[in-house]
Structures are given as structure tokens and as C-alpha cells.
């Protein structure tokens, strides 16, 4: 899978069906893995079966880094325009920090997802944790202003504004682009229980230079680095 | 470890001892479920060995789930003033979605943390997630208004000025209270490659009327909820 970058973009000549396949056989996996993160907070079995089962883990990561990538897999595209971000850490299918959301994209600059956090999400007691809310309010609102990935845009102020606090469970996410000036795109977002909204997010995406092929303004400069 | 719960917080009678005990038994486990979630993203092995691995770590989630609590921990504290947070998303101990950060108080209002951030915290290729800056920097600034774990203090608003691109590897963040006004925090923080800056962080923190038996001011109420 090795081929041109582009930015850290790599090109990858592996077609949609066999990329679709690698996918399929992983997902067992790291839904299994998933489930581990969680039961391993949740657990109280005794101190012996927690050091087997520590000792059968990392007998499984030994079996997995036999072939493995040295470092972080960023992301991946082919010739069909199918892309691939397994990694990433809000929506990696192959990475179980992300829980992971999907995204919808309900037309360019309109998005929502919806998705359960559960334990490994928390921060106040029975509450998601604010952080894990700008997570994935800080990655829809970018699918948001990629206008139905048609742009490269990059984070360059995101304002949260925590309301209400939100309880693990379901949850639904929505981001809007509401105005663009030049490189830069002015987005707004949600996240609550259905059909509610406990925290609220502004913010300001910038397409970089050398995506959007212009020159540079001062006011940008900064955001991008 | 049930008990009286304040607010979820729950006061569980097991003498700090037994705590430190269960957490030295965890680490082996939660330190190889982290290096498991790591690896998943990053093996290149072939489907059938994806499969037996699968099925490994199922086994191992059946073992765990025997004996657990249905649901999230939350946090707990004993008599010694010993608390434990083992599922929180930040710095959870037992949490394997958690880096985990490790909080230094540097003295009250003043915060710093230092940690290593690998394939599971991507964003862009080979740079940290935006949204998992924004996580770390709303956790700590939260343990930073916490005053030395003197006040209970919830997030009202959050900024972040993203002013750099921060890669995966070694990373620092700072933070401090600037100023308070009745029950209002202001705080500022920093995550960037050690010894600079990429990403600044503002905030509100408020202490809840609960927590401070003061009256309740209207500006506070929208952002307690």
C-alpha cells in the first residue's frame, strides 16, 4: 500500500473492493476491542483473572505486530475516490479510542451523526466527558466544512459553550456552514440527547493555501502555521 | 464498593491501600489493552490471523464481563480523601480511550501534564487530532480550576486558537486560573511539542450553586444547566 503522498495523503493502488474486504474482516475485531476497553473499566473479577487476562491480550498484540505499519497510518486514497482514515480518532473504523461516529453528510455544509457513548466516554459521573463533546463536534463541524469533501479545511478557532450537561447514552450531532469569506468558512454545531442540545460549537475553518491555490492573508496565517 | 452517592460521586469504604492494590493489578491489563488498541490500527496480518485474533479477544471480554458493574464507575473517594476516576475519558486509569494524562498541580491554579500521543490520537496524517487537543486542554483546565481539588467547577465556555499543527509524539500542556469573579473561573492553557505552543485554550469554569451554597446568578444558570 505504499505510493505517493500528498501532504501526508498517500495514494494508494488498492481498488474500493478490496479496501471494502480489509474493512470486513476487521470489524470483528476491533468491535471486540471496543468491548475490552469498555469491560476493562467495568470489571470486578478477581486479581488472578485480571493478570490472565492481561497475559492473553498482550499475547494477542504480539500475534498482530508480527506485520504491522511502524507508526500512525493517516490517510489513504485510491483511484475510485474511495478514502480511507482507520485511524482516526474520532471516526478510525479500526480504532477503538474513536466510538466511532459516522458522519452523514445531508447536503455540502450540512451534517449530523448520530451514535451511544458508553463508559470509556465519561467524565463527571454518568456524563459525557466535555472533552469527548469537542471531539466530535471539532471533527463534524471539519466534515462539515470539507462541503461535502470538496474542500481541505483545517480548525482554526472552535468555541464551545457548554449549556447543559449531557448523560452517556445516544446522542445526535448537527453542523451547518452558515457563511464563507474568502479561504475562510464560518461553521456552527450541536451535540445532545436527541432531540436536544446540551452544548453548542462555533467555529472558523480555513482552507490552507496550498489547497485552495491563493495567496495567503495575514488573518489566516496564524490559524493555519 | 457501593455507597452513599453525592451528586454521582460516590464515598465507597475501601481504605486507600486496597485502592492502589486493585489499580497495581489493572495496569499490566489496561497498559496492554492500550498497546491491543494501538497495534489493531496499525497490523497488516493476514485476514485469517485478524480473525483468531477476533476471536481471542472475545474470549477475553466473556472472561471480564463475569463479574462487572452494568454500567459507567463514575468517580468514587474513600474516607482517606483518596479518589478514583478509573473510566473518566482524560485520565482514566482503566481506561484504555484515556492516553491516560497524568495531572501534575503545580500549586493551586497552575497546572501542567506531559504525555506521549500515538496512531490512536490522529487526525490529519500524522498530526494530532484537533478535537483531541481540545479534550486534553478542557480536562486539564478542569483539574486547574479545581484549585488544588479545593472547588468542584463545571466548563461554561471553551476557546481554542488553533495557531500550529501539533504532531504525534511528545506533547506538554500548561494551564492556569487568571482571575476570578464570584462563583466564574477564567482560565488559559497550552498544548504544544514540548518547550512551544500550536493550540491556546480559553475558558469559563463555574463553581455550581450547589457546590458553593451561593445564590445562583443568571449568567452562570445557562452554562451549569
Known sequence: M??????????????????????????PLVAAVRDLVDVAIRTTVPGDTVTD???RVREV???LEAEAHPGPVG?????????????NAAVGRRNAVAPPMAVEQVEPGHCRAAL??????????????GGVSALLLDHLLGETASMGYTKIAVTGTLTLRYRDSLLLGPVELEGRVERQEGRKLF?????????????????VWIV?????????????????G
Open 116 to 129: 451511544t457513548l458508553g463508559a470509556p466516554y465519561e467524565g463527571q459521573p454518568g456524563i459525557v466527558h
Open 75 to 87: 490517510v489513504s486514497f485510491n483511484n475510485e475516490g474511495r478514502s480511507w482514515n482507520w485511524g
Open 53 to 55: 487476562a492481561a497475559a
Open 61 to 63: 498484540v504480539t500475534m
Open 2 to 27: 505504499s505510493g505517493d503522498s500528498i501532504r501526508g495523503f498517500v495514494h494508494a493502488d488498492v481498488p474500493t473492493a478490496e479496501i471494502d474486504a480489509i474493512e470486513a474482516t476487521h470489524a
Open 187 to 203: 461553521l456552527r454545531g450541536t451535540i445532545g440527547a436527541p432531540g436536544s442540545v446540551a452544548i453548542e460549537a462555533e467555529g
Open 208 to 224: 490552507p493555501r496550498w489547497a485552495a491555490g491563493e495567496d495567503l492573508d495575514a488573518a489566516a496565517a496564524g490559524a493555519v
